[in-house]
């Protein structure tokens, strides 16, 4: 099979494109063809040589994945041969990933794709819209009627937090980092969508939310907890899942006063229970047309490289070039 693979970690061009040998199914996997793949900026991390946990080599980069099955393993017993299927958490804790023409996939990851919805669209949306599910609905309890500001409404994970906190009932502030992508903020769903390079944001949330919000997603690597706690409702939460690094200060006082909580998490960390969970909501809303993927671009397989550097540019560097997801097709 063609796959896009490392031998060693390092910058975009240590990522391969070439022949391996196409995989065997063992135990509760399945074989999947893929249709498409999609980037997420963990992917450069771990190819950067962030060292989460140990790598198999040669390594087949990515987490993401849609198709088809095509085999199926002696213990699988959820699919059957021509299904076709969505999923995620591959290329993460010890597991091969999904850059590839065909994948093993155990079948606990893996989830029925309705009929309406194409490859593209499902693999760009399931690392993104299982966590920002987990985070609304399992840790964040986010309900009908309350109000939450997300940085980036068009940004990978942003625009699935956007879509399906409206989806819940909820009213969505976002920001977008010009008027194109505050408008497709707007188009998501965002009730109110601010762009942060010329508006100040601290003020205007402060005249539509006068009362405060009460949920704060982070998406930015290096939260300032002065401004989101200020932004917080009474008994408001915070959600935490980016900047593995930051050591930010922290407004003890105002944060317990208000009677605050915050929630970090990993989706990689959810049970297949839990990501299934989320999983199944995000194949109603996806059938019913109610969540949409925010596809940047679509590119074949053999552009990995390509797709890593434009992703690191944006995640890392804040190019500020892509607004919302690299989808990838073998
Ligand atoms: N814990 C987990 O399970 C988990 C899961 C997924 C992702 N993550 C992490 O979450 C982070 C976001 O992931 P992603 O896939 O959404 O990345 P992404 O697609 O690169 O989106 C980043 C967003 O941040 C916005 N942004 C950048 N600088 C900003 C600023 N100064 N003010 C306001 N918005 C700003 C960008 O907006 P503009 O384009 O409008 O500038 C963009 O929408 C990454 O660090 C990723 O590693 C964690």
């Known amino acids: 099979m063609k796959a896009a ?25 399945v074989l999947v063809r ?39 393993g002696p213990e699988a017993k959820r699919f059957k041969v021509g299904d076709r299927v969505w999923g995620s958490n591959q290329g993460l804790q010890g597991r091969q990933g999904t850059f590839s023409e065909l994948c093993a996939v155990d079948e606990r990851w893996l989830y029925s794709s309705p009929a309406n919805v194409t490859d593209e669209v499902l693999a760009a949306s399931a690392l993104t819209g299982i966590t920002a599910h987990l985070g609304l609905v399992r840790h964040a309890r986010l309900e009908a009627g309350e109000t939450i500001f997300v940085h980036g ?3 990978g994970v942003g625009a699935m937090v956007v879509q399906i906190s409206k989806a819940i009932g909820a009213r969505v502030i976002t920001t977008g980092g010009s008027e194109e992508k505050v408008a497709l903020a707007r188009s998501l769903g965002a009730d109110i969508a601010i762009n942060y ?11 539509v939310a006068p009362g405060g919000v009460d949920v704060f997603w982070e998406t930015l690597r290096e939260p300032n907890f002065d401004r989101i706690v200020g932004y917080l409702a009474e008994r408001g939460r915070i959600v935490l899942m980016a900047g593995r690094d930051a050591r930010p200060q922290f407004p003890v006082g105002p944060f317990y006063v208000k009677g605050c909580s915050m929630f970090g998490f990993v989706m990689f960390k959810a049970t297949p229970g839990e990501q299934r969970a989320a999983a199944d909501d995000l194949n109603r809303w996806f059938s019913a047309g109610r969540l949409h993927a925010r596809i940047d671009r679509v590119l074949p397989l053999s552009q990995a490289a390509a797709a890593h550097r434009l992703q690191e540019e944006n995640t890392l560097h804040r190019a500020g070039t892509i607004s919302g997801k690299i989808v990838l097709t073998p």
């Open 197 to 207: 390079k010329s508006e100040d944001v601290d003020v205007f949330v402060k005249k």
């Open 34 to 72: 893929v249709g498409a793949v999609a980037v997420n900026p963990i992917d450069t991390y771990i190819r950067n040589g962030a060292n989460y946990f140990e790598l198999p080599q040669p390594f087949v980069i990515g987490c993401d994945l849609a198709g088809t099955i095509i085999e199926i």
């Open 153 to 155: 409404g068009t940004g």
């Open 5 to 29: 693979y490392i031998e060693q970690t390092g910058p975009p061009d240590v990522i391969r494109y070439g022949d391996l040998p196409d995989p065997k199914v063992e135990g509760a996997q």
